[in-house]
C-alpha cells in the first residue's frame, strides 16, 4: 500500500501561552505544548506499561525512568496538574506463551521428579527440535557430545564477536544466534552429565524443553482456567512495582490491566464494526479495515512511521505468532482487533465468538475509557511507534470517528533505547541486566541510574559504556562535594562578606538558571539543565569564600537542591520545600550533637599538639566546653560512645604527659577509624575547621586504592628485606667455610699449602689466568671467614 500524504498537525488552542516546546512525534518536530484544557492547567497523559512475563531490565528502566523524569518537569517545573494512566498488559502472545510453558514444564517436572530414562529420550527430542529450529548450520540430529566442536566450526565468525558472513557488522540476528548457542549449550552439558541430579539436569534443559512441551500438549490447557497465566503475570506486576518504586518512579495516578476491560473492549470494537472501519471473518477475529479508514477523508494510518505501514516483518510481530492465519483479510495490512480463540489460549465471550483482544486495542479502549476522546500525550518506547501506537491511533480515531475534526492524541513521546554493546537490551535477545540484580550487586542505584538518563537526551539512544558511568559518578560527586560545602556553613558560618563577589556570583547564577530554564523550554534538554547546574557548581567553587555571603551560597544551595528534586534525584523529597541537599550528604540527626562535639575538641587539639603547647589545663579547658556524653539508647549511642571514649584517651595521654605525636595519633584514629566505621569522615582542611561529612562511595573508592597502594608497598618492602635475610644467611653459612677447603672439589686433583688447586682433575697444570681468579676468590674467602672467627670468638 502506497504512503498517502500525512494530515497537517492540528494545534490546540489556547488563550494561556505555552510554557515549552516537545518533540512529537506525529510532527517528527518540536512543537510548542498547549494543553486542551482551556485553562492550561490539567495535562491528560497516557503511558504504555509493562507485560508482566519476566522481571524488568535496565532497558525497561530507561523508558520507565526518563518518562518519570519528564512527568516530574512537567508537573514540578512547568506547574501543570497532570492525570497520568498507565496500563499493565497481562494478556499477550508472550504471556500466553511464557504462562503456558511455564505450567506445562512444572506438570512435566512435578510427573518426574527424577532423571529416568524416559526423561532423557524427551530431553534429547527437544534439543534436536531446539537446534534444528534456531540454529540450521548445524546438522540434524546433532549428538550433544558434537555440538561445541560443530559450533565452533560453523558459528566460529559470530562467537569471535563478528557478523555470520565474517565481514559486516554484528547485529541483533548475532545477538539471538549467541542466545541459541548458550542455550542448547547448557542443554548438551545437561544431556552429557555422567549422573543426572534433577535440579541442575532441568535447570540446564529448561529453554529447550519449554518450547517442545509447548509443542506437545498446548492444546491441552483450558481455555477459561486463566488462573494458568494470571499466576505469572500477578508475580511479575508486584514485582515490576517493586523495581519501579526503587527507581523512585512515580506510580501512575490510575493503572489499568486488560483482563480487567474485557466489556468495554468488546464494545469499543464492536462500535468500530459499526462505523464502518473493521469487519468479522469466519473463524470469529475482528480486523481493522485500513482501505475503508483511508477512504473517509481526515483519516491517515500510519502517521508516526508512514515510512513502515508495508514493512512486513514489523506488522507480523505487532499481530504476534499465535493468530489464526485467515485468507478472509481484506488487505495483510490490516490488523486484528479481536482474536479468536485457539487451543492452549485464555478466551473472554464476544459477540464473535469466544477470543480476546489483539495487542494494540487494549490501549485504545483504556485510554479512551480513563481519559476520553481527546488525550494531551501518550509515552512510551520507541519501538511502539510502529505498529502499536500508529494502529492504536487510527483504530481510536476510528472508534470516536471525528474525521478532520480531533485528533485522539496531541503529542506522542517516545523514549529512545538502551544498548550494551551495540544491540538493543531485549528479553527476547536473553542480553539484558534485571532492574533488581544491577540494583543488588550494586552497580548502580536508583541515583546513579537516572543521572545517566539525565546526560543523554530523552528521545536519543543511550549506550551503556564505562565512559557514560564515569561521568555520572563524576557529576554525582560534584553535587555531593557542593553539598558538603554548603552544610558546613550551617556548623562554621562564614561571617566575612565584601559585596564584590556577591555580586559576581549572582550573576553567574542568572545566567545559569536562565540557561537551564531555556533547556527544559527546549524540549526537556536535560544535558543543557545537567551542564548549567554543574556550571554554576563551578562558580561558585572558584568564588572567593572569604568575601561570599552565606546567604548567596544557601541560596544557590536551594536552587540545586530544588532542580535535582524536580528530576527525581532524592527519592521523594519535595522540591519547593526550601531544604538543602540530598540524602547521603548529612550525617544522621541524632549522631550531629556528639560527632560536632568530637570534631571541635579534635580541631583544637591537633592545633595546640602542632604548635607545642597542649597543657592539661589547656586541655581540660577544650573538653569542659561539651557536656559529658550520658548514657545515650538506641541510635545516638554508638555516637555517644566515641565521643566519651575521644575524651577519655585524651585525659589519659594527659596524665602521662604523653608527646605531641601520641595526641595527633589518637586524633587520625578518631577520623580514620572511630568515626569512619560509624559511616562518618572528618576531612581535615588548611586554616579552617574539619569538614564532618558521610562517608561515601567516592571516599570508599579513594581509601580503598590508598590501602592497596600501601599493601603494594608493604609487600615489596617486606620483599625485599625477606631478600636481604636470605642473602645475608647464605653469607653466613658461606663465611663458616675455610679458604684451605674451599677449593678442594672433584674439580681438581692438587693443591698447595693454602689449599689452591695446583692441577685439575684430570692431572693438568691450572692456568695461569685461573689461577689469578681463584687467588681472588680464595682471598676474598679468607677475609669472609676471619670475620666469622672473629665473631664467634667474641660471642665465647
Not at 518537569?73 to 497481562?90: G, P
Not at 563524576?474 to 560545602?485: A, G, L, Q
Not at 677475609?783 to 660471642?795: F, I, N, P, R, T
Request: proline share 5%; aromatic share 10%; net charge negative.
Amino acid at each position: 500500500m502506497a504512503t498517502r500524504t500525512q494530515p497537517p498537525w492540528k494545534e490546540p488552542t489556547s488563550s494561556v501561552p505555552p510554557k515549552f516546546k516537545v518533540y512529537n512525534s506525529l510532527t517528527r518536530t518540536k512543537n510548542p505544548f498547549i494543553p486542551l484544557d482551556p485553562e492550561g492547567k490539567v495535562v491528560t497523559w497516557y503511558s504504555c506499561g509493562p507485560t508482566v512475563y519476566d522481571d524488568a531490565h535496565l532497558g525497561h528502566a530507561r523508558n520507565y525512568v526518563t518518562i518519570d523524569i519528564l512527568r516530574r518537569i512537567v508537573r514540578d517545573y512547568f506547574e501543570y496538574k497532570i492525570k497520568f494512566v498507565q496500563n499493565v498488559t497481562d494478556v499477550d502472545d508472550k504471556i500466553i506463551l511464557r504462562g503456558r510453558q511455564q505450567h506445562l514444564l512444572a506438570g512435566f517436572k512435578q510427573k518426574n521428579p527424577e532423571v529416568t530414562k524416559e526423561v532423557v529420550e524427551v530431553a534429547t527430542k527437544a534439543f534436536d527440535a531446539y537446534v534444528t529450529k534456531n540454529l540450521p548450520l548445524l546438522s540434524p540430529n546433532l549428538r550433544p557430545e558434537d555440538f561445541n566442536k560443530e559450533s565452533a566450526e560453523k558459528y566460529g565468525a559470530v562467537i569471535a564477536g563478528k557478523a555470520l558472513d565474517g565481514e559486516s557488522s554484528p547485529g541483533d540476528n548475532e545477538a539471538k544466534i549467541k542466545m541459541h548457542l548458550k542455550t542448547a549449550g547448557a542443554a548438551a552439558t545437561a544431556l552429557l552429565a555422567p549422573t543426572y541430579a534433577a535440579d541442575d539436569f532441568y535447570m540446564g534443559m529448561e529453554d529447550v524443553l519449554l518450547p517442545y512441551l509447548d509443542s506437545l500438549y498446548a492444546s491441552s490447557i483450558d481455555a477459561n482456567d486463566h488462573s494458568v497465566f494470571t499466576k505469572l503475570t500477578q508475580k511479575y506486576e508486584a514485582r515490576f512495582n517493586e523495581d519501579m518504586r526503587n527507581l523512585n518512579v512515580m506510580d501512575p495516578d490510575v493503572v489499568t490491566r486488560v483482563t480487567e476491560y474485557g466489556p468495554q473492549i468488546v464494545e469499543f470494537v464492536q462500535r468500530i464494526i459499526d462505523n464502518g472501519y473493521a469487519y468479522a471473518t469466519s473463524d470469529g477475529s475482528v480486523y481493522f479495515d485500513i482501505q475503508s479508514f483511508e477512504k473517509t477523508e481526515g483519516n491517515h494510518y500510519a502517521r508516526l512511521e508512514p515510512w513502515n505501514r508495508s514493512n512486513q516483518a514489523l506488522q507480523a510481530e505487532g499481530e504476534g505468532a499465535l493468530i489464526k492465519k485467515t485468507s478472509e483479510k481484506r488487505s495483510d495490512a490490516d490488523f486484528a482487533l479481536w482474536k479468536s480463540a485457539k487451543a492452549g489460549e485464555p478466551a473472554w465471550d464476544s459477540p464473535w465468538g469466544p477470543g480476546r483482544p489483539g495487542w494494540h486495542i487494549e490501549c485504545s479502549a483504556m485510554a479512551s475509557d480513563v481519559l476520553g476522546g481527546q488525550i494531551d500525550i501518550h509515552s512510551g518506547g520507541i519501538d511502539l511507534c510502529f505498529p502499536h501506537h500508529d494502529n492504536e491511533l487510527a483504530q481510536s480515531e476510528a472508534y470516536w470517528n471525528q474525521p478532520g475534526k480531533a485528533q485522539w492524541i496531541q503529542y506522542f513521546l517516545h523514549m529512545g533505547h538502551l544498548s550494551i554493546s551495540g544491540s538493543k537490551m531485549s528479553k527476547s535477545l536473553k542480553n539484558f541486566i534485571t532492574i533488581r540484580d544491577a540494583l543488588a550487586r550494586g552497580d548502580w542505584t536508583a541515583r546513579s541510574l537516572r543521572i545517566i538518563f539525565l546526560l543523554g537526551g530523552w528521545h536519543d539512544g543511550v549506550e551503556v559504556t564505562d565512559d557514560l558511568s564515569k561521568a555520572g559518578s563524576s557529576w554525582e560527586s560534584y553535587v555531593s562535594n557542593f553539598f558538603y560545602k554548603i552544610r558546613d556553613l550551617e556548623i562554621h558560618p562564614n561571617t566575612g562578606s565584601n559585596g564584590t563577589e556577591d555580586e559576581k556570583l549572582l550573576q553567574s547564577f542568572e545566567a545559569a538558571k536562565e540557561k537551564l530554564h531555556n533547556a527544559l523550554a527546549d524540549s526537556f534538554d536535560t544535558p543543557t539543565a545537567m551542564r548549567a547546574i554543574s556550571d554554576i557548581i563551578t562558580s561558585y567553587n572558584s568564588a572567593d569564600k572569604s568575601g561570599l555571603s552565606d546567604k548567596v551560597s544557601f541560596e544557590i544551595a536551594r536552587w540545586v537542591t530544588r532542580m535535582v528534586r524536580i528530576f527525581g534525584l532524592d527519592g521523594s523529597a519535595d522540591p519547593h520545600d526550601g531544604g538543602i541537599g540530598w540524602a547521603g550528604t548529612d550525617i544522621p540527626a541524632e549522631a550531629k550533637d556528639f560527632v560536632y562535639a568530637a570534631s571541635r575538641e579534635r580541631d583544637e587539639v591537633r592545633h595546640h599538639a602542632i604548635a607545642g603547647d597542649l597543657s592539661p589545663e589547656l586541655l581540660t579547658s577544650i573538653i569542659s566546653k561539651d557536656k559529658p556524653a550520658a548514657q545515650q539508647e538506641g541510635a545516638a549511642a554508638p555516637y555517644a560512645k566515641v565521643l566519651s571514649t575521644f575524651q577519655e584517651d585524651l585525659k589519659s595521654l594527659a596524665e602521662k604527659k604523653a608527646p605531641a605525636k601520641d595526641f595527633l595519633a589518637l586524633c587520625d584514629r578518631l577520623r580514620d577509624l572511630d568515626l569512619w566505621d560509624l559511616g562518618i569522615y572528618l576531612e581535615d582542611r588548611e586554616n579552617a575547621p574539619a569538614m564532618v561529612r558521610p562517608v561515601d562511595a567516592e571516599l570508599r573508592t579513594a581509601r580503598e586504592q590508598k590501602e592497596a597502594l600501601a599493601k603494594q608497598k608493604r609487600e615489596a618492602r617486606e620483599k625485599r628485606e625477606r631478600e636481604e635475610a636470605e642473602k645475608k644467611a647464605k653469607l653466613a653459612e658461606q663465611a663458616k667455610i675455610s679458604p684451605q677447603e674451599m677449593f678442594k672439589t672433584a674439580e681438581f686433583s692438587a693443591w698447595d699449602a693454602d689449599g689452591l688447586p695446583t692441577k685439575d682433575k684430570d692431572g693438568a697444570d691450572v692456568p695461569k689466568s685461573k689461577m689469578k681468579k681463584l687467588k681472588k676468590e680464595w682471598e676474598k674467602q679468607k677475609k669472609l671467614h676471619e670475620e666469622h672467627l672473629k665473631s664467634v670468638g667474641s660471642s665465647a
